[in-house]
């Protein structure tokens, strides 16, 4: 961060502010005008902490990767322009005798790689290179999926605007991880912005032409990026609208008869899908998907004991790369992702806070099953599409990340997809434990008051 970015980072912050302001007089509900009001101030803070912290306490992908070889394409098209071509070539045909840090050169093999550093190149012709106001564009761009996704869930159930608001734009990890110059700030914007035009394509059923796009260009980023978001997203967001539709359907019998069909054939075609495309998933193929998990429980293994590897963890359990064995960890590899690092298991400052918003989320969630008792939490999960939706996602995610993630630095970064999903699920359920006992409570005060107007026996 340099003189210039000191300069420019208070100018764009107030264009970004303009800019946001006029969206959001657009919305005539006092609510939703104070969230977006609060969100965006939010992430305009997680932003400026994410580029002191790259730009003063650590080194990552963002400065040495991402900027670095963006900044560098920026300046070779300014003098010479015939290089604007490497902005729509894929990164394997970049020339890299042209690349600013020789060690970067086996990255530009990853498109995800070569599709940040072209974003970065793109947005430095509008704020003359500067690595402050790039991530402050990265993380508006965060923030509009954000409030996409938060417009859906209050949608749902406007009397949970707080709770929402707590999972989607306040929570801690979220708000921080997806401020700046890195993939999983793309990401974050295009799942919400996916989940927008989903649900006004297939539920709404309105401006086809318009959510259709937006569900092309999200599913575009997520695919270039991190394909594995989109392939746990989808299958349950599509759940839920069919089952979400089929409450309109006024027979029940007829509801329940209709529902397992719609259900197994929409598994049959994601399967088929998977199938179609098993070469192009590579790692994330089905057949490949455990073996690359124990492959890289190798690596980590490898490096215990050495010091740039502080920060990895076990599971505790040895993964033999098969199903059963991805079963057998499920268990730990989830609470992993959702309560781990444990506070001892912190070693720099940002895992210290990673640590103590984990613990909380692990002691909201034990109140919640024991409010609710194992029972009656899964057989809540199962009747609500909503919640099954929300948690579903979020679990399976989380095991396919706590399984394959056994380093705390990248842990809390790549589980940031499915926190916000977890949150509310626990925040349904939690809603329902308080509907019950307002019915349990109206049922024995009517039973008392019925007691009190009974005629006593002489």
């Known amino acids: 961060m340099n003189f210039a970015d000191f300069i420019l980072l208070p100018v764009y912050i107030f264009i ?142 406007p009397r949970l605007h707080k709770q929402f608001a707590i999972s989607i734009l306040y929570f801690p990890t979220l708000a921080f991880w997806s401020a700046g110059l890195l993939k999983d700030s793309l990401c974050i914007a295009a799942l919400g912005w996916l989940t927008y035009g989903l649900y006004n394509l297939l539920y709404k059923k309105k401006s086809v032409f318009k959510n259709v796009l937006i569900i092309f260009i999200s599913a575009y980023f997520l695919t270039i990026i991190k394909v594995y978001i989109l392939l746990a997203y989808v299958p349950f967001f599509i759940l839920f609208i069919i089952l979400k539709n089929l409450q309109h359907i006024k027979f029940k019998l007829f509801r329940y008869l209709v529902a397992p069909l719609l259900i197994g054939l929409s598994m049959y075609a994601f399967t088929q899908t998977l199938t179609a495309y098993n070469d192009d998933l590579g790692a994330y193929a089905v057949e490949d998907l455990t073996s690359s998990i124990s492959n890289l429980n190798r690596v980590i293994e490898s490096r215990t004991g050495r010091e740039d590897a502080a920060s990895n963890f076990s599971l505790g359990s040895e993964f033999d790369g098969s199903f059963r064995g991805l079963i057998k960890i499920a268990p730990v590899a989830v609470s992993t992702t959702f309560f781990r690092p444990f506070i001892w298991e912190a070693h ?16 909201f969630t034990l109140y919640i099953l024991l409010k609710a008792g194992l029972l009656r939490f899964i057989k809540w999960i199962f009747k609500d599409p909503l919640l099954m939706y929300c948690f579903l996602f979020s679990v399976i995610f989380g095991l396919f990340v706590g399984a394959s993630t056994l380093n705390f630095g990248t842990l809390v970064r790549y589980k940031i997809p499915c926190l916000p999903f977890f949150s509310i699920s626990l925040f349904l359920i939690f809603e329902k434990v308080k509907e019950r006992a307002a019915i349990k409570q109206s049922t024995k005060e009517k039973q008392s008051h019925a007691g009190l107007l009974q005629p006593s026996v002489a």
């Open 16 to 157: 970004l502010y303009l800019f946001f302001r006029s969206k959001r007089k657009k919305y005539a509900d006092p609510l939703l005008q104070k969230y977006h009001r609060q969100g965006f101030w939010i992430k305009i803070i997680a932003s400026i902490l994410f580029i002191l912290y790259y730009s003063y306490l650590t080194l990552g992908d963002t400065t040495v990767l991402f900027h670095c070889e963006g900044n560098n394409l920026y300046h070779l098209i300014l003098k010479d322009p015939s290089n604007f071509k490497y902005i729509f070539k894929p990164g394997k045909e970049f020339d890299l005798s042209l690349v600013n840090n020789p060690f970067n050169k086996g990255y530009f093999r990853d498109e995800s790689n070569y599709m940040i550093i072209r974003l970065d190149t793109i947005f430095s012709f509008f704020c003359f290179g500067s690595f402050a106001v790039i991530s402050l564009f990265f993380a508006a761009l965060a923030f509009s999926g954000l409030w996409k996704l938060y417009l859906f869930f209050y949608e749902q159930l």
């Open 348 to 363: 720099k400052i940002s895992q210290l806070m990673a640590a103590l918003e984990s613990l909380l989320l692990m002691f």
